[in-house]
């Protein structure tokens, strides 16, 4: 079984950059809190609405994650 996360990393080997991504999850546990710091990845809990994506995809952009 992958997680999201499994996923995100997968993908930033496969395209040799460290792209950003917002991992949404259900997940509530302590395992989840205690992920690595990156300051291209953002974490939120489902359910997110679309004002709170919105502002986790502008931070991203903003924070310069995205070039």
Same mark, same amino acid.
């Given at each position: 079984?992958?997680?999201?996360?499994?996923?995100?990393?997968?993908? #930033?080997?496969?395209?040799? #950059?460290?792209?950003?991504?917002?991992?949404?999850?259900?997940?509530?546990?302590?395992?989840?809190?205690?992920?690595?710091?990156?300051?291209?990845?953002?974490?939120?809990?489902?359910?997110?609405?679309?004002?709170?994506?919105?502002?986790?995809?502008?931070?991203?952009?903003?924070?310069?994650?995205? #070039?």
């Amino acid at each position: 079984d992958q997680t999201g996360l499994d996923v995100i990393i997968g993908v #930033r080997e496969l395209v040799a #950059r460290n792209i950003p991504a917002i991992l949404v999850t259900g997940d509530t546990s302590t395992a989840i809190r205690k992920l690595p710091r990156d300051a291209s990845l953002r974490l939120a809990s489902k359910p997110i609405d679309a004002d709170e994506l919105l502002s986790l995809i502008h931070g991203l952009l903003d924070n310069g994650t995205a #070039r």
